[in-house]
């Protein structure tokens, strides 16, 4: 049977008595509305610890004032069925006021600045801050061993293993491959706010980066790789770029160079109002 926690307490007590047992703890931090990018994290940690945590709460703090923070898809009693079937221990889904108790306790950080000096740190500002806050929490909360993030959000995934080794989290962290649909569009929470139709624009997306990781393979340069981005991209209806970025892994530093292994494009768009997105490594 799944436990359902809500409160810090709560979850607290039980992690110190799986502690006292000698079991080890994987965590799955989510935003719920799960999919089954997240539930393959779950099977991760399942096949990985003793104990699996999964966690749903909307962090406030890592919305712009002018994102998507209210309409955010919501659907706790699916999501229950699902972590349930697909074996998870302890559902931690607490309320804003646990995480952030009205007393200020909680400690802010900030992430690197340098990882957050592209990409979604650039067209999110304190985005990365609130994530970093948020999980920092959680892991005081849930003291994992083991924690698993998706590799769809390339970029989160090096702050949130940055932050961990400067704060000296005693957690490993767990990079998982990005499950796609089958034409390729990556799994997210946010695919729910699409039309019909914006669905099919944002298969751009995916396609634009398998196109210039190939050309990039081929011998090509970035810049070629961009502009071939740039027009599958600026050629469908409705997608706007939000920005496109060929950089080194794992410091994200802007490369001039293809590095062929080192490499990471990410890219982010809005299919009308809804911003998505992607990357591949190359
Ligand atoms: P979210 O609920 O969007 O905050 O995501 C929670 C976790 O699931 C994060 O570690 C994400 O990187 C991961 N995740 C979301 N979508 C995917 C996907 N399509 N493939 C792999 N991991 C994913």
Do not use: W
Not at 240 to 251: N, Q, S, T, V
Not at 273 to 280: G, H, M, S, V
């Amino acid at each position: 049977m799944m436990l359902c926690l809500q409160t810090a307490a709560e979850l607290a007590q039980k992690i110190e008595e799986y502690k006292q047992a000698g079991l080890t703890i994987g965590f799955v931090p989510t935003m719920g509305y799960l999919h089954d990018g997240h539930l393959a994290l779950v099977s991760q940690s399942r096949q990985n610890c003793d104990v699996t945590v999964v966690s749903i709460f909307i962090n406030p703090a890592q919305f712009g004032p002018n994102e998507d923070f209210a309409q955010y898809p919501r659907d706790l009693a699916r999501d229950k069925v699902l972590l349930e079937r697909a074996g998870a221990d302890i559902l931690f889904a607490p309320d804003t006021a646990e995480i952030y108790p009205p007393d200020n306790s909680v400690r802010q950080l900030r992430a690197d600045a340098r990882l957050s000096a592209v990409a979604c740190g650039l067209t999110r500002p304190g985005h990365f801050d609130g994530v970093v806050t948020v999980v920092a929490r959680l892991f005081d909360l849930a003291r994992p061993d083991k924690a698993f993030f998706g590799r769809k959000d390339y970029q989160q995934l090096r702050i949130i293993q940055k932050m961990a080794e400067q704060e000296k989290y005693p957690v490993q962290i767990s990079g998982c491959p990005v499950v796609r649909e089958p034409d390729g569009l990556a799994l997210s929470s946010r695919n729910k706010y699409l039309s019909a139709g914006q669905r099919k624009n944002a298969l751009a997306l995916s396609r634009s980066l398998t196109e210039a990781a190939r050309l990039l393979r081929g011998g090509q340069a970035i810049a070629a790789a961009r502009l071939c981005m740039q027009n599958i991209l600026e050629n469908t209806p409705e997608v706007k770029i939000d920005y496109l970025e060929f950089l080194r892994r794992p410091d994200l530093s802007r490369l001039t160079d293809y590095e062929p292994g080192n490499t990471v494009i990410l890219g982010a768009v809005y299919v009308g109002a809804t911003r998505l997105i992607d990357n591949i490594e190359v």
